[in-house]
């Protein structure tokens, strides 16, 4: 299916380490990474998101978020966030 | 008699003490008196003085009253009555009801809160059907949403409780994620987000190599988002790390070609690049054909439509019946591709959307192509009467010999034959002028393949075409009888023709004798002609930038010549990798870039660096060498 073969091929860019996609709650659903990472990132990045979100929004209500890309030393985590989901994707690109 | 006064009462209670019998049998002595007086209403009299305005009104209500008080005495209108009210016992009623439990409740509205909650009605139907599979599991999902208000309340959740238990839940509901998740990975909407996504990761990893081809400067060694455009002065502020600086410092640099990336997947691999081309109206997205040109391998042709954004995926992937030969976009419908086939067909497709939509097919023409379409060509005619929509035509050259325009006809394609390319007898040759031309007598086909064409870039009615045997005609797409004029050089099939872009009446061919030639469209006899190995030149191309430059490529490397700098070596040469043949290539329309599609299904993309770029002088080049050509007789080829 076009869905599988686009996540596998994202999977083996370089430097990608792992992809997250979390429902609505908080919980993930799918994930690469082991148990504790994934319950990690995926607490935190909610909490981002809905900020990042009611921010967009309350700027101007017709508006909407479609993408959040977060840059540190060490990596990037790039979100995708959607109504009922969301799909985080870490990525080391020096590596 | 008790006087009950009510206020009072309070006292006489608080005063009851035991009676005893001695007490009983005491004389008691009782004194009355009169109590004060207790003044219940008092109203003085008010004094008006005799000067007063109303003081006659009032005098005269004085008067009606004395007289009223005097009738009153026996008077039937007053009548004395008194009367008595009971008071009747007081009770005493209690009532006790439970405490009422309060909640507290607050919610924290938004703007685009309350925007949402006016929109809903109309978005209720859609909410409503994912509702309906969650409802199988209501306690689950109660836990799940208790789980995430204790994640929420324990704060910068690192807590080893709060997260094992997250981890209990997280594995526990193996049932519900997994609906959830097939929910989500059919909606299309996912599919976009994952498109999106590639495409940032993507661009991360290709970074510098994709800002090497918008010319942007490259900062080695910081992670820098493409989105931010540094200007680099000499003198950079704060940021640690080289520039590379894009103009030469102090000493020229030999020009060179530079790697930048292959676009390349597993679907191309091991199978060679025929055709390339740029859509009209976005100049970053590329076609590229895929065919096996020798009729040994036959599989089935394929086509890719590849962006800058992802070079390992194409965008589009069209399949086709058989081997692709030749492709072009459009210039009026941008997203419309036509595409020739080694079968012989014809097909238009429209590479806008996802699921492609194969347009039309010339499967049905009655009088279409038996062989291999080699070259396919949209071209707009201009109009001078009719205002600003150019019209547009697809023409085609075959190995059969014919070149056909085609238009669109009933959902079909329908063609008209422009132009037969008859055999020409070799012995017979004129200089200048029309010829006459006579058919051969044998038995087979009197016609020769058509290899290539190329249609003037000023007057489209004019166009050239390259055949088998070497020959290049001149024709006028209003004259499908006679060739304006022949061109003899070569002595092996013309594989490309091209117009200069920017110097009139010059073009180029290329043939598998080894040489290109560069011709003048007066003269018949080509003006230069170039060699540089022995092998056969597949693909040429002018430099859409700089008059004198132009690109060709043989199997076994790419060759960059440069006109002003040297007109007996090419001023690049990039061999190919071993085990590999290029076949085809194209200039980029707004970078120094060359893309090279190889027999491997690679496409590469190189930036040309340090080329001089004196454009002006190509015109004056040509008349130069072509005033020496007629005074000495010297032939290079």
Known sequence: MLIEETLKRIQSQKGVQGIIIVNSEGIPIKTTLDNSSTVQYAGLIHQLVMKARSTVRDIDPQNDLTFLRVRSKKNEIMIAPDKDYFLIVIQNPSD | ?637
Request: hydrophobic share 35%; net charge negative.
């Open chain 2, 1 to 637: 008699m008790s006087i009950n006064i009510p206020d009072v009462q309070g006292k006489r209670d608080a005063m009851k003490e035991l009676v005893t019998e001695d007490m009983l049998k005491e004389v008691i002595e009782v004194y009355i008196s009169e109590t004060d007086s207790i003044s219940l209403l008092d109203i003085p009299s008010t004094f008006v003085s005799v000067d007063a305005h109303d003081a006659e009104a009032i005098i005269e209500r004085n008067n009606q009253y004395a007289e009223v008080c005097r009738n009153r005495m026996g008077n039937d209108k007053y009548v004395d009555r008194s009367m008595q009210t009971l008071n009747g016992e007081a009770k005493n009623k209690q009532v006790q009801s439970d405490s009422i439990v309060m909640v507290d409740t607050a919610a924290t509205v938004t703007a685009w809160d309350m925007y949402d909650t006016y929109i809903s009605p109309e978005q209720d139907e859609t909410v409503c059907v994912p509702q309906a599979e969650r409802a199988d599991y209501p306690e689950v999902a109660v836990d799940t949403s208790r789980g995430a208000e204790k994640n929420m309340s324990v704060g910068s959740s690192t807590s080893s409780v709060a997260s094992s238990l997250k981890e209990q839940e997280a594995l526990g509901n193996g049932l519900n994620a997994e609906s959830e998740l097939q929910l989500i990975m059919l909606s299309e909407k996912f599919q976009h987000l994952l498109l999106v996504t590639e495409r940032s990761i993507l661009g991360n990893v290709f970074q510098p190599k994709l800002a090497a081809y918008r010319e942007l400067p490259i900062l080695e060694g910081k992670l820098i988002s493409i989105n931010v455009m540094i200007v680099s002065d000499s003198d950079i502020p704060m940021k640690p790390g080289t520039v590379e600086q894009r103009e030469d410092t102090e000493s020229p640099r030999p020009p060179a070609v530079e790697c930048l990336w292959a676009f390349s997947c597993e679907l191309s691999r091991g199978r060679s690049v025929s055709s390339m081309a740029w859509n009209k109206k976005y100049p970053d997205l590329l076609a590229v054909g895929y065919g096996e040109l020798d009729s040994s391998n036959q599989k089935p042709g394929l086509v890719c439509c590849w962006s800058h954004k992802n070079p390992t995926w194409p965008e589009r992937v069209i399949y086709c019946d058989s081997a692709v030969t030749s492709l072009d976009f459009s210039f009026n419908n941008p997203s419309q591709l036509a595409v020739g086939m080694q079968d012989g067909s014809l097909v238009i497709y429209n590479v806008q959307s996802r699921n492609q939509l194969c347009v039309v097919s010339s499967s049905e023409c009655t009088n279409k192509h038996l062989a291999p379409v080699w070259q396919i060509r949209w071209t707009q005619q201009d109009l001078s009467l009719t205002g600003e929509e150019k019209l547009e035509a697809l023409y085609t050259v075959a190995a059969d010999g014919k070149i056909c325009k085609w238009f669109i006809c009933n959902n079909g394609l329908d063609c008209i034959e422009l132009m037969k390319l008859k055999k020409i007898h070799n012995t017979k040759k004129k200089a200048g002028g029309n010829k006459t031309e006579k058919k051969t007598e044998s038995v087979l086909s009197a016609l020769s393949p058509g290899l290539c064409f190329d249609f003037h870039p000023r007057d489209s009615s004019i166009y050239l075409v390259g055949t088998w045997e070497g020959l290049i005609h001149k024709c006028s797409s209003s004259n499908s009888q006679q060739f304006l004029e022949t061109y003899r050089k070569h002595f092996c099939p013309v594989n490309c023709i091209i117009w200069c872009p920017l110097i009139p009446d010059v073009f180029l061919s290329c043939s598998s004798d080894w040489t290109i030639q560069l011709w003048k469209q007066d003269h018949l006899n080509p003006v230069l002609g170039f060699s540089s190995t022995q092998k056969a030149v597949c693909d040429i191309k002018w430099s859409p930038k700089c008059a004198t430059v132009f690109g060709a490529v043989n199997e076994g490397q790419l060759e960059i010549w440069d006109l002003n700098s040297s007109i007996l070596d090419p001023v690049i040469v990039q061999p190919a990798a071993p085990g590999v043949k290029m076949t085809s290539l194209l200039f980029a329309t707004q970078t120094d870039c060359v893309l090279v599609g190889d027999s491997d299904g690679q496409v590469t993309v190189y930036q040309l660096k340090n080329l001089t770029n004196i454009c002006e002088s190509g015109a004056k080049v040509i008349n130069v060498t072509l005033a020496n050509r007629h005074n000495t007789t010297f032939f290079l080829s």
